[in-house]
């Protein structure tokens, strides 16, 4: 029997939590018994080899230990037919995931601002969500009339938007409320089997970053 795959990184979501939420969609159980608390547990991965860029995430799959977030991404994505059926199909899939992420990463940076600039940042992202990101995705779904965003079938394009747009409704909760294809949506894709039992509660999805995670982060990361 193939081992689980391994999670190095803190207890918490940041650039993580895409990865969770892509095994569980495909629905792989994975080891998420072993946290970074330390520096010097993010050392000891360090010298011994364990990161090609001496950062984490890092993931232990298949004999491999691969790092950076996309590629890790990816390799989950294409194993469990989450990547497109053909070169068209992949590269719109990677469009929109790399769209999405530029939008998610607002949302992983979020808890480490300054309080004064956490709500205007909050204000900027939906700015961003309404006026740039949304819109495409809007017009996608009610363009061809599918469920999914590309190839009619569950990609990791879907699995990174519904993780951004119910990290955002945590944060504005009518976030979506200029969009009817992405409402209707949002509850079809929360609704397949692997990723409704990923939303339930005692799941290994991460709740939103409080102040112990930004201070485990911060021990971790931080000279």
Avoid: C
């Amino acid at each position: 029997m193939a081992e689980k795959p391994k999670l190095h990184y803190p207890n918490g979501r940041g650039r993580m939590e895409s990865v969770r939420w892509v095994l569980a969609a495909a629905g792989v159980e994975f080891d998420a018994r072993e946290f970074l608390e330390t520096k010097e547990q993010l050392q000891k991965l360090q010298e011994g080899n364990h990161l090609l860029f001496q950062q984490v995430p890092m993931v232990e799959i298949d004999g491999m230990k691969l790092v950076q977030t996309r590629s890790i991404l990816h390799y989950i994505a294409a194993k469990h037919n989450l990547f497109g059926k053909d070169l068209k199909e992949r590269t719109l899939i990677d469009m929109y995931v790399e769209g999405t992420l530029d939008l998610l990463e607002m949302i992983i940076m979020h808890p480490f601002l300054k309080p004064d600039d956490q709500q205007k940042e909050v204000v900027g992202m939906a700015q961003k969500a309404i006026i740039r990101y949304f819109p495409v995705f809007e017009k996608i779904l009610r363009g061809h009339g599918q469920t999914f965003l590309v190839g009619n079938q569950l990609s990791l394009a879907d699995i990174i938007l519904l993780q951004t747009i119910l990290a955002l409704e945590e944060k504005i909760p009518n976030i979506l409320a200029s969009f009817p294809f992405l409402q209707e949506y949002t509850v079809k894709i929360s609704n397949i089997p692997t990723i409704k039992r990923f939303l339930e509660p005692g799941s290994k999805k991460k709740p939103p970053p409080d102040d112990i995670y930004v201070r485990t982060v911060y021990n971790v990361f931080m000279p």
